[in-house]
């Protein structure tokens, strides 16, 4: 079972950044589409940012020009800098995994257990 595994999170003022990692363990020969997913109490999950196995990045709209996204092909690791942060990106924040091939199903695939961000006003 591929389990990616995520680092960072915490607690910051409005205005504040914070950056996430993560890694899917594994053979490093297999590639992942990854991305993070976010899902605050009484909201339904949301994708946050996506980057394709070539490099390209989606993001959601609450997020763009706030929050980058890259990745390390090599050993499957993702970076979410998240810069401007308001209390509203409040959520328990998840890094998720897929084959390729489905990346359009990220919000379905592998989910690391969850770190969580907090944003005071």
């Known amino acids: 079972q591929v389990v990616p595994v995520e680092s960072g999170g915490g607690s910051v003022q409005s205005g504040g950044s914070l950056r996430l990692s993560c890694t899917v363990p594994?053979?490093?020969?297999?590639?992942?589409?990854m991305g993070w997913l976010r899902q605050a109490p009484g909201h339904e999950r949301e994708l946050v940012a996506r980057?394709?196995?070539?490099?390209?990045?989606r993001y959601a709209d609450s997020v763009k020009g706030r929050f980058t996204i890259s990745q390390i092909n090599a050993n499957n690791t993702a970076f979410l800098q998240m810069n401007s942060l308001n209390p509203e990106d409040t959520a328990m924040y998840y890094c998720?995994?897929?084959?390729?091939?489905?990346?359009?199903?990220?919000?379905?695939?592998?989910r690391g257990q969850g770190t969580q961000v907090t944003v005071s006003s």
């Open positions: 998720a995994a897929i084959e390729p091939i489905f990346c359009n199903d990220l919000l379905s695939g592998y």
């Open positions: 594994g053979p490093t020969y297999k590639r992942y589409c």
């Open positions: 980057i394709d196995s070539d490099g390209a990045a």
